[in-house]
Nanobody, 117 residues
């Protein structure tokens, strides 16, 4: 079992930057995939970025060149640095973890990011 807790959301102006963080209840060293998804109002949850245990990132097209995902296995954290934010980046950002052994998916409760002037 893994508990995920997000932090760092808030209100930011278009073009600004924000970093959201995810802390976990146990070591993430053995967690195969960690990442971030988001859900905009009235829309389905969508992938933002994931990162493997070895540190290989994967980004949705919407965030390529603007978002960077960081994984720190020693601190048990996964951060998402978001630059050049747009109003369409607004949504609840959820931390995600997946273990291949047992096929378990874990989700945090989310943190709200609002991009608006």
């Amino acid at each position: 079992q893994v508990q995920l807790v997000e932090s760092g959301g808030g209100l930011v102006q278009p073009g600004g930057s924000l970093r959201v963080s995810c802390t976990t209840s146990r070591s993430i060293f053995s967690i195969d995939i960690m990442g971030w998804y988001r859900q905009a109002p009235g829309k389905q949850r969508e992938l933002v970025a994931t990162i493997t245990r070895s540190g290989s990132p994967n980004y949705a097209d919407s965030g390529k060149g603007r978002f960077t995902i960081f994984r720190d296995n020693a601190k048990n954290t996964v951060d998402l640095q978001m630059n050049s934010l747009k109003p369409e980046d607004t949504g609840i950002y959820y931390c995600y973890a997946k273990t291949y052994v047992g096929g378990m998916d874990y989700w945090g409760k989310g943190t709200l990011v609002t991009v608006s002037s």
